[in-house]
């Protein structure tokens, strides 16, 4: 299929010796670049944490470890209360999930096939959030957290305060949304012929056809929340219940190098792999959602 | 069974009397409208609730506390425009606008042109594709505070990897994210490296859509490949660079991660930027109406780019 499109530079130039040449030295400079940008620092990363604290700060550096010791990797686990952290983040960005797919599939449920008085309206004004900023917002959203209205109740140091505001996710519910509205009429009106309920139809009808966009929806959710920091940064001020980037920068300061780095390592794992197993998936939905717009 | 049972209930008595001397069809369409209502609002009012309060509640609430002198716990007064007064008389104002600024545009030289020279060499690159697009993917998805970090110990003046280089490869050595002068690039260069990936991929997937007849009837027309670039990649990728121009601008005005953990806004306010301000204000002075003013004025500039974001891709969807 590749052979087959045409690109800048055509199949005929590339098959003549000269073209060759240059393709293949174009390529090794490619392959060493992306080596030495993107991979590489991933390397150092990993090794360092494995290098003594001498030789971790040692000039010139040893690009490979003279002793391998992986007492950087467990003393991060223990000094700097990784577990207790990574089950906070773990916490935070599967509940966030889970209030995302409930609320989020069900209002997009509603504003696509239930025609509710005043849906353009209402998603006039949840697509509007899309052009306010969210970073620009968080200090009055912080506000609001930390005193709600009308009850009265604090968010603050509770997963409640990532949760919720989590649902608040205009892009992942016009996604579904949108996704809805190009599912094939008949099916669902056969359904309610049967005499299913608007949530039967929901459950057993629309979301078993909408695995990709929930899919798709799921990774971005989960991400978001795991990568995030100035929101948490702002909602946990209790130690305890920081996730892994808050507690990661606040502890920064007075740790080891070389414990620091292993504790960073560790924090990146769950991301890397959850990439590395969903790439074609993710890398797919980037690609596509460019084009859509 | 049980759709007649969770018909029946809720708002169908007053309808049931005012719609009394109707025929019974019509009350019982008008009854069975109000039901699905009931029901449509029922599915939307978890989302409607968390949008009420996080996303709209407090864009009022910004506007609002930017007038008034605001402390958690005791009553707000109103203070006219005495937070943008004092805002804008605070010296951090300037540099902060001016960090953010020069941040923007330095990020668009270097974080533009490079995804997009990256993009145009792989999609010409016809082995280990697979590969190249999970690399150049890697770095989007370790932590921000963890390439922040990372990139604070490459800079490291001391052992730090940035200097090493320098030195092995017989060059001067840069403070960094030491000097004033160097402190802002220093923090472009982590967030194109960690940013990048993403504009790449998006870049691919526009130069894959251009037909190859345009290639071939330019050739044939005698243009290189310097002209094949200028009149046809450019003219046909021209909707998505822009959109994603757009979208970088609004982005890179908000950045806070990369100051906050590697610089700490430092040295001299060299890298204090807008949101970092708005953070300070906040949680250092417990100023809350100043905050508020700062939010109000990056939320009316970064509106501007967002409406334009918006507009564009809604003609591109026309067209």
């Not at chain 1, 240059?22 to 090794?28: G, K, L």
């Not at chain 1, 939905?285 to 084009?291: D, F, H, L, V």
Request: hydrophobic share 55%.
């Amino acid at each position: 299929m590749s052979s087959a499109t045409r690109t800048l530079i055509s199949p005929a130039t590339l098959a003549r010796p000269r073209g060759r040449a240059a393709y293949w030295t174009v390529f090794t400079g490619v392959v060493l670049l992306f080596a030495l940008a993107f991979l590489f620092p991933v390397y150092w990363m990993v090794t360092g944490a494995m290098k003594s604290p001498d030789e971790v700060a040692q000039t010139p550096p040893t690009v490979v470890p003279e002793h391998w010791h992986l007492s950087g990797y467990t003393d991060a686990w223990d000094l700097m209360q990784l577990p207790e952290h990574l089950w906070n983040t773990v916490v935070q960005a599967a509940g966030a999930w889970a209030f995302q797919l409930v609320f989020c599939t069900a209002a997009a449920y509603a504003l696509s096939r239930l025609k509710p008085a005043f849906g353009n309206v209402i998603l006039g004004g949840i697509l509007a959030t899309l052009m306010v900023p969210a970073q620009a917002l968080v200090v009055p959203k912080y506000l609001t957290a930390a005193d709600l209205p009308f009850i009265h109740t604090s968010l603050l140091n509770d997963p409640l305060g990532i949760w919720l505001p989590a649902v608040a996710n205009a892009f992942n519910l016009y996604l579904l949304k949108r996704f809805f509205d190009q599912l094939p009429r008949d099916v669902l009106e056969a359904a309610e012929i049967d005499g299913a309920g608007k949530l039967r139809i929901l459950w057993s009808v629309v979301l078993p056809m909408s695995r990709p966009v929930l899919g798709v929806v799921s990774i971005f959710a989960l991400v978001a929340v795991w990568q995030d920091f100035l929101w948490p940064l702002m909602v946990f001020s209790d130690t305890d219940k920081q996730p892994i980037s808050v507690a990661l920068v606040q502890l920064s300061q007075n740790i080891q190098l070389t414990v620091l780095i292993a504790a960073m390592v560790i924090a990146s794992i769950p991301m890397v792999a959850l990439f590395l197993v969903f790439q074609r998936h993710i890398i797919a939905g980037i690609s596509a959602g460019s084009t859509k717009g | 069974m049980t759709k007649t049972a969770a018909r029946r209930p809720a708002a169908t008595a007053a309808v049931a009397v005012r719609q009394a001397p109707a025929p019974p069809p019509a009350g019982d369409r008008r009854r069975r409208r109000i039901t699905d209502q009931v029901r449509a609002y029922g599915f939307l009012l978890g989302g409607l609730i968390c949008f009420a309060l996080f996303s709209w509640y407090p864009a009022i609430r910004a506007v609002v506390i930017s007038f008034q002198k605001y402390t958690p716990g005791s009553s707000a007064e109103w203070v006219g425009t005495a937070n943008f007064t004092r805002v804008l008389h605070d010296p951090e104002f300037s540099a902060a606008w001016r960090n953010t600024l020069t941040f923007t545009l330095l990020a668009l030289l270097i974080g533009f042109a490079i995804p997009f020279v990256l993009a145009l060499v792989l999609n010409e690159l016809r082995h280990a594709k697979a590969f190249f697009r999970v690399v150049v993917y890697l770095p989007v998805m370790i932590p921000p505070v963890v390439s922040a970090l990372l990139w604070k110990w490459f800079y490291d003046p001391g052992a730090g990897l940035a200097n090493e280089t320098l030195r092995f490869l017989h060059l001067p050595t840069s403070n960094w994210t030491n000097g004033t002068g160097t402190a802002l690039i220093s923090l472009v260069i982590v967030a194109t490296w960690a940013n990048m990936g993403g504009t790449v991929l998006i870049y691919l997937a526009a130069l894959q859509s251009i037909p190859g007849e345009l290639y071939e009837a330019a050739e044939l027309d005698g243009a290189n490949l310097l002209q094949r670039i200028r009149h046809v990649t450019i003219p046909q990728t021209r909707f998505v660079i822009l959109m994603l121009m757009l979208l970088q601008i609004i982005a890179t005005m908000q950045v806070f991660t990369e100051p906050f953990v590697i610089t700490g806004g430092g040295p001299e306010n060299a890298t204090v930027t807008v949101l970092y301000l708005i953070y300070k204000y906040a949680f250092l002075y417990n100023d809350f109406g100043g905050a508020c003013a700062l939010s109000v004025m990056l939320l009316v500039l970064l509106g501007i780019f967002s409406a334009g974001y918006l507009r564009l891709t809604r003609s591109g969807e026309d067209g």
